[in-house]
């Protein structure tokens, strides 16, 4: 069985040591009794070593919301894996679309720090998800598919193993629109599909894939029921210790009905 696993992706967001103690004081103390579920905090690179030191012993694991794909350079302003790595990090956000269409980050670059990623034995979550007007042209699946094959492009099957999916609708992101569940469902089905053709059935199976686009506490469990998602990647949800955990109680709730 695919566990569930649950990220809250902090963005620009609660990035000064007071804020960020603030919050995960009290989420560590709200998810002490959760079982079954995995939690993963993407807080702002600054404040990824107190989160660590905040959140050892507890159920929520900390990881990066990007970096590069060297290991060390000239590469002004920019974060190593190295660096994420000795912070005992174990998960890192790839290629998510604000970082595509702010940041300009192409499917190329992508696989470049998602092989760098996997060499260094982080977890990337690697985020794809189409446009508004990609969708309404019925194109989807097509910009589905060409991200997965350029993003994945020489990955091998214990590669692709080790990663995990976020299937992110860019018009559901910070929108407070949300994919319906059978729209989401269609999408990580035609994801598994595509992995069952280009690795095998095993792949296709074992691989999760997160939902993110406008999660709350109100819709997380009718999306984490559908049969191909495992989880979500949660934005504006997550910066509230409260509405985040009530978001890990309903993928709980599933696992729990399994
Ligand atoms: P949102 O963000 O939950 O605020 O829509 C999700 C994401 O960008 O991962």
Redesign the pocket.
């Given at each position: 069985m695919r566990g569930l696993i649950i990220?809250g992706?902090w963005?620009m967001n609660l990035g000064t040591p007071e804020e960020t103690r603030v919050h995960l004081k009290e989420l560590v103390s709200l998810t002490r009794s959760v079982n079954n579920v995995e939690i993963v905090v993407f807080p702002p690179f600054t404040t990824l070593y107190l989160a660590k030191e905040l959140t050892k012993g507890s159920n929520i694991k900390i990881g990066a919301q990007n970096m590069h794909f060297e290991l060390s350079g000239a590469y002004t302003g920019e974060i190593s894996p190295k660096f994420i790595k000795s912070l005992g990090c174990e998960h890192v956000i790839l290629g998510?679309?604000?970082r595509r269409d702010i940041f300009h980050e192409s499917d190329e670059l992508i696989n470049r720090k998602l092989k760098k990623a996997l060499q260094m034995g982080l977890t990337p979550i690697v985020?794809i998800g189409e446009h508004l007007d990609e969708r309404e042209n019925g194109k989807t699946k097509e910009i589905i598919q060409y991200q997965m094959e350029h993003t994945f492009r020489g990955l091998i099957k214990e590669e692709i193993l080790k990663t995990v999916i976020?299937y992110?609708p860019i018009w559901?992101?910070?929108?407070g629109k949300t994919a319906t569940p059978e729209q989401a469902e269609e999408v990580h089905e035609f994801i598994r599909e595509f992995l069952s053709q280009e690795y095998d059935e095993s792949v296709a199976r074992a691989i999760r894939i997160q939902y993110?686009?406008?999660?709350n506490p109100t819709n997380a469990f009718d999306l984490f029921k559908e049969k191909n998602i495992d989880g979500g990647?949660?934005?504006?949800?997550?910066l509230k210790p409260d509405s985040f955990h009530e978001i890990i109680k309903a993928a709980e709730r599933i696992h729990d009905l399994e």
């Amino acid at each position: 069985m695919r566990g569930l696993i649950i990220g809250g992706n902090w963005k620009m967001n609660l990035g000064t040591p007071e804020e960020t103690r603030v919050h995960l004081k009290e989420l560590v103390s709200l998810t002490r009794s959760v079982n079954n579920v995995e939690i993963v905090v993407f807080p702002p690179f600054t404040t990824l070593y107190l989160a660590k030191e905040l959140t050892k012993g507890s159920n929520i694991k900390i990881g990066a919301q990007n970096m590069h794909f060297e290991l060390s350079g000239a590469y002004t302003g920019e974060i190593s894996p190295k660096f994420i790595k000795s912070l005992g990090c174990e998960h890192v956000i790839l290629g998510h679309s604000e970082r595509r269409d702010i940041f300009h980050e192409s499917d190329e670059l992508i696989n470049r720090k998602l092989k760098k990623a996997l060499q260094m034995g982080l977890t990337p979550i690697v985020c794809i998800g189409e446009h508004l007007d990609e969708r309404e042209n019925g194109k989807t699946k097509e910009i589905i598919q060409y991200q997965m094959e350029h993003t994945f492009r020489g990955l091998i099957k214990e590669e692709i193993l080790k990663t995990v999916i976020a299937y992110e609708p860019i018009w559901a992101i910070g929108t407070g629109k949300t994919a319906t569940p059978e729209q989401a469902e269609e999408v990580h089905e035609f994801i598994r599909e595509f992995l069952s053709q280009e690795y095998d059935e095993s792949v296709a199976r074992a691989i999760r894939i997160q939902y993110g686009g406008s999660i709350n506490p109100t819709n997380a469990f009718d999306l984490f029921k559908e049969k191909n998602i495992d989880g979500g990647l949660v934005g504006g949800a997550s910066l509230k210790p409260d509405s985040f955990h009530e978001i890990i109680k309903a993928a709980e709730r599933i696992h729990d009905l399994e």
